[in-house]
């Protein structure tokens, strides 16, 4: 089964929810840092926007990690070829 670009969205969103709420930060906090409204960072974890590269370095600054910790799933699982295309 193909993973659809939709899916890798709603994943990368969700992983950035997880780590903001590990931070205990609300999403109007995280985005008022970021310069955007508190509905867009909730379209970014509902996987309804793409999260540019830029926006996602931004956001992993503010929550304190690499986009590793967001992207290196797709990456580090040798065993399905089909999340990183």
């Known amino acids: 089964m193909k993973v659809q670009t939709t899916d ?9 929810r997880e780590f903001r709420l590990l931070r205990s930060m609300s999403q109007g906090a995280l985005a008022e ?5 508190f509905q867009q960072l909730q379209k970014y974890e509902k996987g309804a926007n793409r999260v540019s590269a830029s926006a996602l370095i931004l ?3 503010e929550l304190s990690i690499t986009p590793n910790h967001i992207l290196g799933a797709f990456f ?6 089909e999340l990183v295309h």
């Open 76 to 81: 580090d699982n040798d065993e399905d070829p």
């Open 8 to 16: 890798i969205d709603r994943e990368i969103g969700a992983r950035l």
């Open 33 to 37: 840092k970021l310069g955007i409204t």
């Open 59 to 61: 956001i992993c600054k």
